[in-house]
């Protein structure tokens, strides 16, 4: 299992974690409760995953955001009391994706956030949004569960317009 990426630490905690899901498959789902949402699906990726090659066959799903082909500078944190560099989102590790994007660690804190392409290709307007959910790996695994809780879904159909 790799250790560092781009010159950073991989948190322990996510590694002593990432160690112990005995899984054949590239992911595995989780249901994430927290103030902002309510059981949205998280595919968490396995070390089977991690190691896989992307859509674009040019990085593996850990690289997805930090070798992508993005616009950095409009990256703009969703809560803006929790701010982020453009030096944090572009050395980050991704190790999940949702319907709208995907989840990573923040190496330079271990912290853990949420980056979505909200970007309008219509009119042509190119913005991303990075949300924070943890503080650290460890607080991440106290907001998910392998079931969802009651009935009450996050909405994962996209409106045509």
Known sequence: MITKHLGRTIPEDYLEFIEKINSKE??????????????????????RGLLSDSYDKNSYWYEWISKGDYA?????????EEPISV????????????????VFINLHNGSIWHFSDDSDWK???TLYHCEKYADNFCDFLQMINL???????????FKIY
Request: proline share 5%.
């Open 87 to 102: 030096d944090e989102v572009k050395t980050c590790f991704t190790i999940a994706d949702t319907y709208e994007g995907n």
């Open 26 to 47: 590239n992911f595995q789902m989780y249901y994430f409760n927290n103030t902002y949402h309510n059981n949205k699906k998280i595919n968490l990726y396995t070390k």
């Open 72 to 80: 950095f500078e409009k990256v703009k944190p969703l809560h803006p």
């Open 147 to 157: 079931e969802p809780i009651g009935n009450k879904f996050e909405d994962e159909d």
């Open 123 to 125: 009119n042509e307007i």
